[in-house]
């Protein structure tokens, strides 16, 4: 068991890491294709539904079709997306292959890897433990993204000032992204029967893999994708792109913006720990995030660089306290062998929110007087996230808070 929290551990650093990289140069190389910001936006809202869609199918079987199959399934369309979108320029290839295939824009997760991998651990240790292990996981995750993105945008900057041209250097990231897709299909292959969940005679009814569960995995489901909504609006890669366009930063300096973000952001999951141990789940989850998002409508309305550096930094060093807390609540709130699908079934909620406003953001961009507009409606619907989240469920509480 010890080697399968291993093995999850290091496929989530892989992951993340190829996840941070790509979404820095990830809209700077489109624009250098060729694509306008309409475009950009309206390819990166495809991608995410495109994902949603297939990692519905793949989490919501995984406990029946086993677990660790689909995690291989996941890896080979990440290989493959970041193949097809190294070989073609082209509109349409490319947007079949971000609707088939695996790939972030955001630095974020994405596909059915997140869902499956917290469900196996949660299965490898115990309830007093799952909080704790959840904010390591997301510290690596956080720590690999932030490193991703240092490198990924300085090493563009150093092909940059070789000689190299602007779509060569992206180009060349995308085929690290692939690359990071096969590794992850090595590794799981490394995976034991540990992490399948012990087979149980299916007599219930069940929808989308839930059964007593379900009104409130859906109930949360709905929550969840209001909030994702609301961060789609300022996925990494188009954030960096307002950095660009707003004050001119280059991908290195990029780079090394969202380094510092996600190691803040990596450091907050952690200390979110022994906020919950004190305060209980949904308390940290509500009021760590209100805060947060009040800084993120702050930083369209620093005047220099720096300021708008210094509180987006700032925002990230509280922004990531609700994420293991809520992803440990809600394995905490479900059966076993509903717990692969009540984690996808949130985490496609999330995905189908968080993939439609990106093409809503791209429209924003190409509008002047509405730039900065992204940044309020984001903050403000995820303040209106939280309070909800907290009347419906302040109640509902995990088995170690009873």
């Given at each position: 068991?010890?080697?399968?929290?291993?093995?999850?551990?290091?496929?989530?650093?892989?992951?993340?890491?190829?996840?941070?990289?790509l979404?820095?140069?990830?809209?700077?190389y489109?624009?250098?294709a060729?694509?306008?910001?309409?475009?950009?936006?309206l390819l990166?809202?495809?991608?995410?539904?495109?994902?949603?869609?297939?990692?519905?199918?793949?989490?919501?079987s995984?406990d029946?079709?086993?677990?660790?199959r689909?995690?291989l399934?996941?890896?080979?369309?990440?290989?493959?997306?970041?193949?097809?979108?190294?070989?073609?320029?082209?509109?349409?290839?490319?947007i079949?292959?971000?609707?088939?295939g695996v790939?972030?824009?955001?630095?974020?997760?994405?596909?059915?890897?997140?869902?499956?991998?917290?469900?196996a651990?949660?299965?490898?240790?115990?309830?007093?433990?799952?909080?704790?292990?959840?904010?390591?996981?997301?510290l690596?995750?956080?720590?690999?993204?932030?490193?991703?993105?240092?490198?990924?945008?300085?090493?563009?900057?150093?092909?940059?000032?070789?000689?190299w041209?602007a779509?060569?250097?992206?180009r060349?990231?995308?085929?690290?992204?692939?690359?990071?897709?096969l590794?992850?299909?090595?590794?799981f292959?490394?995976?034991?029967?540990?992490?399948?969940?012990e087979?149980?005679?299916?007599?219930t009814?069940?929808?989308?893999?839930?059964?007593?569960?379900?009104?409130?995995?859906?109930?949360?489901?709905?929550?969840?994708?209001?909030?994702a909504?609301a961060?789609?609006?300022?996925?990494?890669?188009?954030?960096a792109y307002?950095?660009h366009?707003r004050?001119?930063?280059?991908?290195?300096?990029?780079g090394s913006?969202?380094?510092?973000?996600?190691?803040?952001?990596?450091?907050?999951?952690?200390?979110?720990?022994r906020?919950?141990?004190?305060?209980?789940?949904?308390?940290?989850m509500?009021?760590?995030?209100i805060?947060s998002?009040?800084?993120?409508?702050?930083?369209?309305?620093?005047?220099?660089?720096?300021?708008?550096?210094?509180?987006?930094?700032l925002?990230?060093s509280?922004?990531?306290?609700?994420?293991?807390?809520?992803?440990?609540?809600?394995?905490?709130?479900?059966?076993?062998d509903?717990?692969?699908?009540?984690?996808?079934?949130?985490?496609?909620?999330?995905?189908?929110?968080?993939s439609?406003?990106?093409?809503?953001?791209?429209?924003?961009?190409?509008?002047?007087?509405?730039?900065s507009?992204?940044f309020?409606?984001?903050?403000?619907l995820?303040i209106?996230?939280?309070?909800?989240?907290?009347?419906?469920?302040?109640?509902?509480?995990?088995?170690?808070?009873i």
């Open positions: 068991m010890t080697r399968d929290i291993t093995l999850l551990f290091s496929t989530r650093t892989i992951r993340l890491y190829c996840y941070g990289f979404s820095v140069v990830l809209a700077l489109l624009a250098e060729g694509f306008t910001e309409t475009q950009i936006g990166f809202t495809l991608t995410l539904i495109g994902d949603a869609l297939i990692s519905l199918w793949l989490t919501t995984a029946r079709f086993g677990r660790k689909t995690l399934l996941g890896a080979l369309l990440m290989a493959g997306a970041g193949i097809a979108f190294v070989l073609t320029r082209n509109v349409f290839l490319l079949l292959a971000a609707v088939l790939i972030s824009p955001s630095g974020n997760e994405i596909g059915p890897f997140l869902s499956i991998e917290q469900a651990l949660t299965q490898l240790i115990s309830n007093k433990r799952r909080t704790q292990f959840f904010a390591w996981y997301n690596v995750g956080s720590f690999a993204t932030a490193t991703g993105a240092l490198t990924g945008g300085w090493f563009a900057q150093i092909l940059q000032n070789n000689e041209t779509l060569e250097s992206y060349l990231l995308l085929v690290g992204y692939a690359t990071g897709g590794l992850l299909l090595l590794l292959l490394n995976l034991s029967k540990h992490v399948e969940v087979a149980i005679p299916d007599t009814r069940r929808l989308l893999g839930l059964h007593r569960s379900r009104h409130v995995v859906f109930k949360l489901s709905s929550l969840f994708a209001m909030d909504f961060g789609g609006l300022l996925v990494q890669s188009l954030m307002w950095f366009v004050f001119g930063v280059e991908s290195g300096v990029l913006i969202f380094f510092g973000a996600n190691i803040l952001a990596g450091v907050s999951a952690l200390l979110a720990v906020l919950a141990e004190t305060f209980g789940l949904i308390n940290t509500v009021f760590t995030h805060p998002n009040v800084l993120l409508i702050l930083v369209p309305l620093m005047p220099t660089l720096p300021l708008a550096i210094g509180v987006l930094l925002r990230f509280i922004s990531q306290m609700d994420v293991p807390t809520r992803q440990s609540y809600t394995l905490a709130v479900v059966a076993p509903e717990r692969s699908a009540a984690s996808g079934v949130t985490a496609i909620a999330r995905s189908i929110g968080a439609i406003s990106p093409a809503l953001t791209g429209l924003l961009f190409s509008i002047p007087v509405l730039f507009t992204p309020f409606l984001s903050g403000g995820k209106i996230y939280d309070l909800l989240l907290y009347r419906e469920f302040r109640a509902v509480k995990p088995p170690e808070e």
